[in-house]
């Protein structure tokens, strides 16, 4: 028996609703916030996430999915975030000399080799905005207040938006330097990934998981105090237009993503009560990326929402039961004949617009009468040789019991079950 790879699903019937609700109104708020639809390959070249997403990120040092291309032996991944496809399309299509600002979003497969667990899978689906060519600190509110939308449509209460400012090129050099002091006096308690991450990505020191190394970085310098004067007012503009907003928020000097990209404003949505893997959302501003992929001197905020953390977090609140179509109408069909006339109904009430199912199995009348019930049929209509010869056959309305006559005709049936 083959099975499935380890990390990925399989979403079945009874949980696509949600998963569709969900990207239904993802869809539906970016579209309020002006953002279009952009779609991009599965796989590009290795070397835009190594330059895009940062080569001392674990995304690329541990989790790609990194292969040779068999025509002339290229390496390409597949992606393992949107961002930097987005910035390589927009360079690409000539898209930078749009009216500003751009604003783009997407819903996509990403692929990361990671140890699966709750909430932490090796396919997953990702929804992204980027939106390029403001610098203000509206264009970052308007971004986090559009997740905000998103999660407040989908009645998750149970989370909150936690945000930060990592700073710019000119504050950031000096902050570092604070951070690799600390943790340098403390070296002996961090994992090794850390005493590797004091060399290569000290930021990433504030995020790590592992419990000894959180308990140092408690106390560790933070980069609200190592702000330049420019990130420091653009931290407090964006802190008063979310007030303006009405959003709330705590400031957390945690926050600082795992993306090399990253510039000034940091954000993460948190969720209570889904484990470990908490973070339905996070996101920031990247002014440089553009620049750095080719592109013009352009900034950008954006953010990535998990799919699945969703809807961990909808089940945490019983918000999962998305109620599924039921059919109009379904018809018992008894022997040969009948089954073929039912299939001729089924499909004109279809064409009609209505969901319509007749027995395509050959089960006896009380199975099929059982079968409708299971589906919610809100009407059945059973049909027979008899009722064939008649040109007749009894329309039952399941939710009260009553039965008419209802002619053997789709135009009829139709208005008789009122549609
Ligand atoms: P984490 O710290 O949880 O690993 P990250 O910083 O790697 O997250 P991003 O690259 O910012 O995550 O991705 C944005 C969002 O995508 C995350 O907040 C999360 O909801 C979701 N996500 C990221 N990796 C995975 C994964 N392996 N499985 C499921 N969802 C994921
Ligand atoms: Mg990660």
Do not use: W
């Amino acid at each position: 028996m083959i099975q499935r790879i380890k990390g990925t699903m399989d979403i079945l019937p009874n949980e696509t609703p949600l998963f569709r609700y969900i990207e239904s109104v993802m869809r539906e708020e970016a579209e309020k916030y002006g953002y279009g639809e952009i779609r991009t390959p599965t796989f590009e070249s290795t070397e835009l996430f190594v330059r895009g997403v940062g080569d001392t990120t674990d995304v690329v040092q541990k989790e790609m999915y990194t292969f040779a291309d068999g025509d002339d032996g290229k390496s390409i991944s597949l992606r393992p975030e949107g961002t930097a496809s987005v910035v390589r399309a927009i360079i690409e299509n000539g898209r930078c000399s749009d009216p500003m600002p751009l604003k783009y979003y997407y819903i996509m497969s990403c692929f990361r080799h990671e140890k699966p667990q709750a909430g932490r899978s090796r396919e997953f689906f990702q929804f992204g905005t980027e939106m390029f060519g403001s610098e203000s600190p509206a264009a970052d509110a308007t971004a986090i207040a559009l997740a905000s939308s998103v999660l407040k449509r989908l009645g998750l209460k149970n989370v909150k938006l936690h945000l930060n400012s990592i700073g710019c090129k000119e504050c950031r050099p000096a902050y570092r330097e604070a951070l690799v002091s600390y943790f340098g006096q403390r070296r002996d308690c961090l994992c090794d990934t850390c005493k590797d991450r004091l060399v290569k990505n000290p930021l990433r020191l504030l995020d790590c998981k592992n419990p000894e190394c959180a308990t140092v970085a408690k106390d560790a310098p933070k980069t609200l105090d190592h702000l330049c004067d420019t990130c420091n007012s653009k931290f407090k503009l964006l802190t008063a237009a979310l007030d303006e907003m009405g959003i709330a928020y705590v400031v957390d000097p945690s926050i600082v993503r795992g993306l090399d990209y990253y510039t000034g404003a940091v954000f993460e949505f948190i969720a209570e009560g889904i484990g470990a893997q908490s973070t339905v959302c996070g996101g920031g501003r990247y002014d440089g990326l553009v620049k750095s992929l080719g592109g013009p001197e352009l900034s950008g905020i954006g953010f990535g929402m998990g799919l699945t953390r969703l809807v961990l977090a909808m089940r945490a609140l019983g918000l999962d039961s998305i109620p599924t179509p039921t059919p109009d109408l379904y018809i018992a069909a008894l022997g040969e004949r009948a089954m073929i006339k039912a299939v001729g109904i089924t499909e004109r009430l279809r064409a009609a617009g209505m969901y319509a199912e007749c027995d395509i199995v050959g089960r006896s009348l009380k199975a099929q009468m059982k079968y409708a019930n299971k589906i919610g049929a809100k009407y059945t209509l059973i049909v027979g040789d008899s009722e064939i010869d008649a040109g007749v056959a009894p329309l039952r309305n399941m939710s009260d019991s009553t039965q008419t006559d209802a002619p053997l005709d789709a135009e009829k049936i139709i208005e008789l079950i009122g549609k």
